[in-house]
């Protein structure tokens, strides 16, 4: 079957998927509309959709091996400045990533396949995932086992990316690191509140939590390899409730981010250290809390390679795949990569007059939909590929 030519043919059902995700946008792990509205949809296809934690996956096929379909569906809490007459009316929640996108395409993939059912030389399982904006949904349905039963021999997602990007362009790492770890975290400091015209009676948590910042930047500037990309940014400081209260407590949040395993093992450990130590100079103490830890994407090369080669035998006019993309974003999906062998690509939706100046996280995104029947056609496809020629 050719898969581009029946997604062109279900593209008006694409978009409107899209657009109920878009409207209907939700949050975090749980997303009730959108898990009502997958199970809705795959069994109106002819599948039996089951939860899986706060997601929700279907299977197809017949034995053989199984190749895991991944899309996730979390929003933004953000407010939506799009202009798209679907637009989320909350306005605080928005589909400024795309994800709205993915698992419409997901959906519509799923279509084709169960049309083709017959012909799977193996298995095909779906993963609609929640939360990975929270970095909380691969892995709350990795625990409520979405690689068994049956056992997961490989996964494939795609992301849709805006911008100043021509349609078509399809982008991917077979070599090295795709997208950087991402460790959240919180550091929570404990002094001894006092009165601010008597700082000597106090154990000034802003103070600690000032001194702990800039040494935190030093890792950075002095133990971090040069030959590695880190990143550590704090992004929160919270302290205080009046300008002459010293106050008991102080709250630093930030992340930590790198494009080798060997980088992130030392940074989230000395910033433990770090932050402890400087505490206890200052009389002070710590507590730490890891609020999200996630390893840096690193794609399988050999089934990278052979997805590309399947994405080139379809008829997709502008279809051009561009080697050795690399993103300081962070992307849950590397805790299915970090199990199974897995591969990740980008496929633009940009160029949208001049709205595409605008890219993802930002309130005013839009992204073009003729992506929608690329994305569905993609995965279709190298499912069927795959699977033929991993017996």
Known sequence: MNFYERALELKDEIVANRRYFHTNAEVGLDMPKAQAYVMEKLTEYGLNPQKCGHGVTAILGHGGKVLLLRADMDALPMPEESGETFACPTGTENHACGHDFHAAMLLTAAKMLKENEDSLEGTVKFMFQPAEETFEGSKDMIEAGILENPKVDAALAYHV???????????????????????????????KG??????????????????????????????????????????????????????????????????????????????????????????????????????????????????????????????????????????????????????????????????????????????????????????????????????
């Open 161 to 191: 990316a805006a911008g100043q990007l021509p349609m078509g362009l399809c982008m991917y790492n077979d070599k090295d690191t795709m997208m950087f770890s991402v460790d959240g975290f919180k550091i929570t400091i404990y002094g």
């Open 194 to 391: 006092a009165h601010g015209a008597y700082p000597q009676n106090s154990i000034d948590p802003i103070n600690i939590g000032v001194h702990i910042h800039l040494a935190l930047q030093e890792l950075i500037a002095r133990e971090s390899d040069p030959n590695h990309s880190c990143v550590l940014t704090i992004g929160q400081f919270q302290a205080g409730a009046a300008a002459n209260i010293i106050p008991d407590t102080a709250v630093l949040q930030g992340t930590i981010r790198t494009n080798k395993p060997e980088a992130r093992e030392l940074l989230v450990r000395r910033m433990k250290e770090v932050s402890q130590k400087t505490a206890e100079v200052y009389g002070g103490s710590v507590e730490i809390e890891m609020i999200s830890e996630v390893p840096p994407l690193i794609c399988n090369p050999e089934l990278t390679a052979e997805m590309v080669g399947y994405m080139k035998e379809l008829p997709i006019p502008g279809l051009t795949l561009y080697p050795g993309a690399s993103s300081s974003a962070s992307e849950d999906f590397a805790v299915v990569a970090e199990k199974v062998p897995s591969t990740f690509m980008y496929i633009s939706a940009g160029y949208l007059d001049e709205r595409g100046t605008y890219g993802a996280h930002n309130p005013k995104v839009q992204f073009n939909e003729e992506v929608c029947p690329i994305g569905a056609a993609c995965m279709a496809h190298c499912a069927v590929e795959w699977l033929k020629h991993n017996k």
